[in-house]
Structures are given as C-alpha cells and as structure tokens.
C-alpha cells in the first residue's frame, strides 16, 4: 500500500479559471464575498483572478480590486495568472503574493491562448523573474505546464516535450512548477508516470497537480499525483471552469469534493467541508443558468464523514 502525504493544499481556482470560462459577470461585492468565506473555511491559497486585457475577459477587468481585498485577509496567499510581462507588471504593482505563468506543452494550444510558442513562453517567464528581480519583490513566479497530458488541438502531447519545458522554466529562474491536465485526457496511470518523472527532475518544485473532470477521471488523477507525493491541488467550486481555447475542456475538479475526498482519506486540509458546500450553494445562487459540476452537494455527507477537518489541520 502506498504512502499518502499527511496533509494536503487545496488551492481555489474559481474565481479565476472557473469565471473566464462562464459568461456570467459576477459582481466585485460578491467575487470579494467569495473569497471571504472561502478563507473563513479554511482555504489559505486562492487564485483571484487573472491580469488580462478585459476587451478579451471582461469577467476578470476587477481583478485588482479583488486582490485588494484578498491581502487584508491573515494568512491568506494571494494569486494571479498572468499571461505576459506586461500582466506580471500590473499583479506586482497590485501586491500578490504568487505569480502563474501558463506555458502550454502544445504548441497548438500555445499559439491558439497566448500567441506565442512554447520556447517564446519561456523567454517570457525570464523576462517576469528578471522584473521581479529588479523590484527586488518576494512574489513568487509558477511556470504552469498546461496541456501536458494532450491537447484538443495537437492531440498527443509527448511527455518528453513536458519535461523538457520543466527543465526550461527551471532554468529561467521559476520558483515552482505544475502540470495541468487542461482538457481532461489524463488517467491515472499517466499521471503517475508524469509526476514520477518531473518529481525526478525538480523535486518540492513539482508545486501543484491541475485536473479537468471532463472526462470524470480529476479525483482518480488526484489520487494517482498524491501516490507520487505531490500535495497541492488546483480546484474550483462547483466544478466549473476550463481554458476557453480548448475545445471540450470544461469542469475542473470541484473544490468541495476534493476536499471531502482528502478528509475521508484523512488527509489534512484544514478545510471546513459543510463550511465549504454553504458557500457553494451561495454563489450557484448567484451563477443561475450556468452548468455546475460536483456530487457531495447532491449526495450529502454521510454519517461517517467527521463533523469537520479544521481538527486534523496540519
């Protein structure tokens, strides 16, 4: 029987992949709202938004009111995804804690979401660790590796090709990486070899596994990265979600039953679960007409299902 690490990171990601993906425009009160309660539930790690042009996402055109918001908040880690230097700039200028850089493993996809090359990303990511050098901040920088399981545009990605941009955003200067299923073409037999390998190679830097549910495989994949030690997950509440340039790539992993998966397997998360499925029902409220994912919230906790896993926080 394998060994699982003894507590877990569950970073929310709605407010960023989840939103761009729908076409309802939450209020600032209520993406401020959400970010409260979250925390109030124990999630110390939430992605707020991202630092785009809003002619392209007008659903993250607050993101910096947001993140304003989120750094009054004791203990919380603060992060953006950004797409270029020029984002990077503004996510310094706002005063998050943690930077994403999404480099897609597919050079389809890579042209189709940021119109440059996987190579060209890379030098973008040198480009951000320099301007953070320069401001001397403490901003952590995160080369995010999407589609490194396949692509909905390329097809097969080869994971040599994953590795080797690992190896890439390493050099210049990323403090972590992740790997992202972005469309849901994982198993978890390859998750398991995929995070074995990169784990080979960066070690604590393999940062955070992110699984789409497309396919219903994101909690079985979870299971897989968690096997090869990696203890940090993306999630999103409700489920929704997915990169707006990948054809069929909607759902990622719904925050709350990740986390009630993690607490039954007695992984620590210091995540309040019935806290959690209150907020999820509060902002569906708010997203009337969009498609929701998930299923604790339709089955319920059961009998068995501790009261809740602040008691096992690490």
């Known amino acids: 029987m394998s060994l699982l690490p003894s507590h877990a990171v569950i970073r929310?990601?709605?407010?960023?992949?989840?939103?761009?993906?729908?076409?309802?425009?939450?209020?600032t009160a209520v993406k401020c709202e959400w970010v409260r309660l979250a925390h109030a539930a124990g999630l110390t790690e939430i992605e707020v938004g991202s630092f785009v042009p809003p002619r392209l996402l007008p659903q993250m055109a607050d993101t910096a009111e947001v993140v304003a918001f989120a750094k009054d908040l004791p203990g919380l880690s603060v992060t953006a995804l950004v797409p270029n230097v020029v984002g990077a700039q503004r996510a310094m200028d706002a005063g998050v804690d943690h930077i994403v850089l999404p480099i897609s493993a597919s050079t389809a996809h890579s042209q189709a979401n940021v119109r440059r090359s996987p190579d060209e990303m890379i030098d973008v990511l040198r480009s951000i660790v320099a301007e953070r050098d320069t401001r001397h901040s403490q901003v952590r920088i995160e080369a995010g590796i999407g589609t490194a399981f396949g692509c909905g545009l390329q097809g097969h990605v080869p994971p040599t090709d994953v590795l080797r941009l690992l190896c890439g955003a390493l050099d210049a200067g990323a403090d972590c990486t992740s790997l992202a299923d972005t469309i849901g073409y994982a198993d978890p037999v390859s998750v398991r070899q995929?995070?074995?390998?990169?784990r080979e190679i960066?070690?604590?830097?393999?940062?955070?596994?992110?699984?789409?549910?497309?396919?219903?495989?994101?909690?079985?994949?979870?299971?897989?990265?968690?096997?090869?030690?990696?203890?940090?997950?993306?999630?999103?509440?409700?489920?929704?979600?997915?990169?707006?340039?990948?054809?069929?790539?909607?759902?990622?992993?719904?925050?709350?039953?990740?986390?009630y998966m993690l607490a039954s397997m007695r992984v620590a998360t210091g995540v309040d679960v019935p806290a959690l499925l209150t907020l999820r029902a509060l902002?569906?409220?708010h997203l009337q007409?969009?498609?929701?994912?998930?299923?604790?919230?339709?089955?319920?906790?059961?009998?068995?299902?501790?009261?809740t896993t602040n008691a096992n926080a690490p």
């Open 202 to 259: 960066a070690g604590e830097r393999i940062w955070c596994g992110h699984f789409h549910d497309t396919r219903g495989l994101a909690l079985a994949n979870v299971f897989a990265a968690l096997e090869c030690g990696v203890s940090r997950f993306d999630a999103s509440l409700a489920g929704i979600g997915g990169c707006p340039f990948a054809p069929g790539a909607s759902g990622n992993v719904a925050t709350e039953d990740l986390a």
């Open 283 to 285: 902002i569906a409220g």
């Open 12 to 27: 929310e990601v709605g407010l960023r992949d989840g939103l761009q993906s729908i076409s309802t425009i939450l209020p």
């Open 194 to 198: 995929l995070f074995s390998q990169a």
């Open 289 to 307: 007409g969009e498609t929701l994912h998930g299923t604790i919230h339709r089955a319920g906790l059961p009998l068995t299902f501790p009261e």
